[in-house]
Each structure stands twice: as C-alpha cells, then as structure tokens.
C-alpha cells in the first residue's frame, strides 16, 4: 500500500503529472473574480471565503478524471486488482494520493489568495481550518465518481455531473464554517457536521467506490 | 498447486460465450489455449484471473496464485524499467527484481524511461513483471506481440524455467513457443444459442 | 440458486414474458382511473372551490404543485428499491423499471419546480427563492441528471444497471444529507408540508393547514398522479423490455454470423 501511495505521488511530481494543474486553476479562478464582480473590497470581503471554497472545489474537480482512467488505460488497474491487496484498500490509497498532490496544496495556498481577495483577518484560520478538514471529503467522492465513470471514452463530462451533486453537503458546510469564521460568529455546529461528514465518506464509500470498480473491470 | 476447472460456463457483456470448459493444470505443465477470434480466450482468461464471476462452474486452486498479463502491460511511462517493477515487486511481497532484469536482458535499460521505450522493449519489462510476482501460475494473452525471434526466445526459455521449478502457465497464442505443451483448443466449447421462442434466454 | 416459485409470489413477475402480460392486462384500468381522477380533481380544484382569503386565486396550483412534489421524491425511493431488488436478487426487469422511472421523475421534478415558482412569484414577490424546499427539489434535479446520463453513457446492459444501481443507493444518502444541509444553510420561506396534518384534524382551525374544502379535491389530484406514475412505469418498462429483447436477439445474431 505505501509502494501504490509513492509511486502515485512520484507520477504526479515527474513531468506531465499535472501536478500543479489544479493549483494555477484554483489561483486563475480566484484573480478572475474581482474582473467580474468589481474591485470593491468590501464586497469582495463578504464573498471571499465562498469563492475560495468555490474555486478549491473545482480545482479537485478538475484532476479527478486522471485518477484512476490513467491505470485504466495502461491496465495497471487490472494488474492491481489481481494482486494481494483488496481493491477497497487501492482505492482508499488513490484518494489519499489525489488528495496529498491536489486538495493540501490547496489548502496551503488558499490564505495567500484570501488575502487578494480582502478576505477578513478573523477569517483566515477558519478558512484553512474548514479546508483542511473538508477537501479529503472532496478526494475521497470524487474517486467513487471517476470508479463510476473510469470503462467511458468520454467521462469527463459525467464524472462532473455526477460528482457536483454529491459535494454538496460538504460545500455547504464547508463554506459556511469559512463564512462564520471571516464574521466571527458561532461555528461549533457546522464545523462538526463538516467533520462527520469527512469521517463518515472516508469510512465507507472507499467499499462502494471498490465494489464499482470491480464492475466496470468485468 | 493444480489448477481445476469444472464445468466452466463465462460470458461477455451479458452474452453467454463458452460452456462445459473442463480442464487440469498441473504444476510443471504448460497449456496453450486456442481457438478462432473473439471465441472468449481473452474472456477465459479474465475469469480464471478472478477479474470476472464465471456464469457457473467451479474453478479450483486459482486463489491467490495466478499472475496475469495481457494486451496492457501496466507500465507508466514517467517511471523507469527498474521503478516500475520495483513497485510490482513491493506490492506483491517478493524480493529482487535482478532475476527478471537478467531473464529479459532488461540491465541496460533498467534506468530509461519506459515511456522511451520500443514497443518490443516494453513488452519484455512487462513480461518481465511475471518474474517479479513470485506468482505460480501464469495467465498470459497473446504475450509474444510485438517481441523479435531473439526476445521469442527468451521469452520460451522464462517459461520453461518457471515449469523447470513446478510453476505453470495457460498462454493463449497462435506462433509455435517451441515449448512441450498440450494444446487446449476451446472451440467445441461455444455456447449454442437458445431458442428465441425463450423470453427469459433472450435476455441473456 | 433455485428459486421456488410459489403459485402467486411476487417474483413471479420478475418473468418478463409474465411482467408484459399482466402489465398490458392492467395498463387500460390504470390510464382510465388516473386519468378520471386527475379530471375530476383538477376540474373541481380550479372551478368549484372558494378563492383563499389571503392568497387568492394562485392557491390553486396547489393541485398541481403538490402532487407532483410528492410523486418527485416518492419516484426516486421507487427507483431505490428496484436498484436495491437488482443488486440483490438480479431481476432484469427491476433494472429496467428503475431506468424507465427516471425520465418520469424528472418531468415531476420539473413540474414541481416549475409551478413552485409560478406560485412564489405573487406570494414571495420573485420567480425564485433559496429557499430549502425549492432548493432541495433543485438538488433531486441534479442527482435524476446523473443518473439518466449514466444509464445512456453505457453500453453493457448489465453493467448499466450494476453502476446506476450503486449511484442511485449512494446518491440517497447523500440526498438526505444535502436535505438537512440546506436547511440548516437557509431556514427558509416555504410553508411547512401542511397537507398530511390535516388529514387527522377535522374542520379546519388555523391557517397553516388546508381546509376540507381544498382537502378533498387535492386528495383526488395525488391519487389521480400516484395512478398516473404507475401508468407510466409499467408502460415505459414494457417499451424498456422490449427494446432489451431486441438488443439480445441483434447481439446473439451477431455472435452466430
């Protein structure tokens, strides 16, 4: 299992990875906000933590059909599902890897942005806080998604819409956590949800992403 | 260490392909498996692999002990020869990957890239992943595509060597490997179809 | 596995031969009630009902609003039990109920959202409004998407209904979860689900609830839609059935060429 998780980490640093992809994605979105919405810092101030969560989503979004199409294609996955490892243990691994390359750099990143975009002092900690603690959420279903669609040419297109709906409970809290936190108000209740959300995708959708798998290597 | 198989039936996208396989596969035996194209020797393979249920019958003492390797040799082309079977080996618990680099003729290219590889090249790193898998029985499709004679050879001679040390292997292929192998030949084994007047076959 | 099929069990009709026999058997009493229903329950809401003293005229698109909602959610839990009657006992036909339920969710879905609109814009003052209900619905919009283009995405029709099958069950959980999410995100304008309350109070008292005269029409619409989702169903199995068989015989016809 850490030979699977070095060696994902290895291809997405080597050239062509797409590592850092997701990163200039995520920063590209953020600079382009105030271009549509106006350079007014107030106003930026109150939207900054959505946008930020808004663009970190979509930066996950972006690598996921790589995540498991690529051992597809060159039947690593085949050769995988062979070997003495449960396939409920290679997906969890593959989220693990997508999530150390794509959602903790952006964690890392999302505090220089939030200062481009005026995003309150308070709110800072709060931001990497709910971010860190969500974007494995965002790893973890976004896998079941690219399990369900890895067997299609074209499955980039449905990998999003099949993905999108299902984060949104965690959007939701997570950027509520990020929004409470940049005001200074109560953030107890959401932050748990957010974290019983994390914990509970991470303890049992790795099963229904191994079980999909299985299905579509038939 | 015997691979049985019983009254083995397998099917393809739904559709029934091959019915009443029966065969043994001993240690220190090689089969090869033959039959017209899209017969269902890829199928059959994937099957007795664990990659896909069979329709019914009963496959015994496949569990853990077969290595398989088909059209995709499952290398990445940003690792080298050597770290792409390195990671092989960490993942099915085995030891050195020299054996395989030697077998393969493979030492000078352990340090290239095998996306700058020659097709022939990869075929033999990723035949060279068998070796590497410590597994006893091989499941191989079509694994001298794309190899010259001289890589044929060595290829022949791996195999030999594993039957030498009471491993086997089911290749399906249609050159002559030169090797001692009864031929076992599927196409008597193709499903007849049901009548259509059957509602519920027709599902099928 | 050998399945003991007592004289009159429901798997039965897990035969598809016995399911198109029996569906075509039913389907003229189907269209004909729901169809009764729907006129006389939609003829008597709209015309021979008073005005709401507060809302108006507009109140009346409860008979559409309502029913509609109600058959939206209850055709995805349909499609959660034929999925779950697929994954566990292997009922082609359960697949295919499931698949041929989906677009009429989706048009309930619509229908739902559509009117809710209609009926918020002189009561809200907008077309629309982040309110949980409605964004609920939006969301049970999105997931009815998915899992129609997952079914049309795939070619192996077994291999459809396995994954839609596993969509759909995780897909419900996660729709609950977005449920209690929004709400807790926005508390809302949308009056509270007032119809069910009713039904255990007579004579109406407070004006939360629907009183008898909109109870008994309105009552007459769900049963007339509930009718008319099952019409549907099993004729569009039928059609989903038939366009299988078709695709087996094309197949087996190539496999023998």
Not at chain 1, 172 to 177: R, T, W
Not at chain 3, 4 to 31: D, G, H, Q, V
Not at chain 3, 139 to 156: H, M, P, R
Not at chain 3, 234 to 244: D, F, K, N, P, V
């Amino acid at each position: 299992m850490i030979a699977l998780l070095l060696r994902d980490l290895k291809l997405a640093f080597r050239a062509g990875g797409g590592f850092g992809l997701g990163l200039a994605f995520f920063l590209i979105v953020t600079v382009l906000v105030p271009f549509s919405v106006g350079p007014q810092s107030s106003l930026l101030s109150i939207i900054a933590p959505g946008v930020l969560w808004l663009g970190a989503l979509l930066a996950c979004l972006l690598s996921l059909d790589r995540l498991l199409a690529l051992d597809w294609e060159d039947g690593s996955l085949d050769l995988l599902a062979t070997a003495p490892l449960p396939l409920e243990a290679v997906v969890a691994v593959k989220s693990l890897a997508h999530w150390l390359t794509t959602g903790l750099p952006l964690v890392l990143v999302a505090p220089l942005l939030g200062v481009m975009l005026n995003l309150p002092e308070t709110g800072f900690t709060w931001l990497v806080v709910s971010l860190l603690i969500g974007t494995p959420a965002l790893s973890v279903i976004g896998t079941f998604g690219a399990a369900i669609t890895v067997g299609l040419k074209r499955g980039g297109l449905l990998l999003s819409l099949l993905v999108l709906p299902l984060y949104v409970p965690t959007l939701i809290f997570g950027a509520e956590v990020a929004r409470r936190g940049a005001t200074g108000t109560e953030l107890e209740t959401p932050l748990l949800l957010l974290a019983g959300i994390t914990t509970a995708t991470i303890a049992l959708l790795p099963f229904a992403s191994a079980a999909v798998l299985k299905i579509n290597l038939r | 260490m015997t691979l049985t198989v019983t009254d083995l039936a397998i099917a393809r996208g739904g559709l029934a392909l091959l019915e009443r396989l029966n065969f043994v596969l001993e240690p220190g035996k090689a089969l090869i498996l033959r039959g017209p194209n899209g017969i269902g020797k890829t199928t059959l393979l994937r099957t007795l692999a664990g990659l896909q249920a069979p329709l019914a019958g009963q496959i015994q003492g496949a569990e853990d002990r077969i290595a398989y390797a088909a059209h995709a040799d499952g290398l990445k082309p940003t690792l080298t020869v050597a770290e792409n079977l390195s990671f092989w080996m960490s993942v099915f618990g085995t030891h050195s990957i020299q054996p395989a680099l030697d077998r393969y003729d493979l030492n000078e290219l352990a340090d290239r890239q095998a996306g700058n590889l020659s097709a022939g090249q990869k075929r033999r790193a990723g035949l060279a992943r068998l070796l590497v898998t410590g597994r006893p029985i091989w499941m191989l499709d079509e694994p001298t595509v794309s190899l010259d004679r001289n890589a044929v050879t060595m290829f022949a001679e791996a195999v030999e060597d594993h039957l030498k040390y009471g491993g086997s292997a089911l290749i399906a292929t249609h050159i002559d490997l030169g090797l001692e192998a009864k031929v076992l030949d599927i196409s008597s084994n193709k499903v007849k179809p049901r009548p259509i007047e059957d509602f519920d076959g027709a599902f099928l | 596995m050998t399945i003991t099929a007592k004289a009159n069990s429901l798997w039965e009709y897990a035969n598809p031969r016995k399911f198109l026999a029996t569906s075509e058997r039913l389907l003229p009493f189907f269209w004909l009630a729901s169809t009764t229903c729907l006129v006389v329950g939609l003829v008597w809401g709209f015309f021979f009902t008073p005005d709401d003293y507060k809302q108006g005229s507009t109140v009346k698109i409860i008979y559409l609003h309502v029913p509609s909602a109600l058959m939206a959610i209850n055709c995805w839990l349909m499609m959660l039990a034929a999925s779950l009657i697929w994954l566990v006992r292997r009922h082609h036909v359960s697949a295919l109920a499931a698949r041929a339920a989906a677009p009429v969710g989706i048009v309930f879905t619509l229908v739902a959202l559509v009117t809710g609109a209609i009926w918020g814009q002189p009561m809200w003052g907008s077309w629309w409004a982040w309110d949980p209900r409605l964004t609920s619905f939006l969301i049970l919009f999105l997931f009815y998407l998915g899992y129609v283009a997952l079914w049309e995405a795939i070619e192996d029709p077994d291999t459809a209904a396995d994954l839609t099958s596993v969509l759909c069950l995780v897909g419900s959980v996660f729709a609950i979860l977005s449920r209690y999410a929004v709400n807790f995100w926005n508390q809302g304008l949308h009056q509270g689900a007032s119809v069910m309350r009713v039904a255990a109070v007579t004579g109406s008292d407070t004006e939360e609830k629907v009183s008898n005269i909109y109870f008994f029409p309105l009552m007459l619409c769900i049963v007339g839609f509930v009718l008319l989702f099952i019409a549907l169903v099993l004729y569009r199995t039928c059609t989903e059935i038939r366009a299988r068989r078709i695709k087996a015989l094309l197949a087996r016809e190539r496999a023998n060429a």
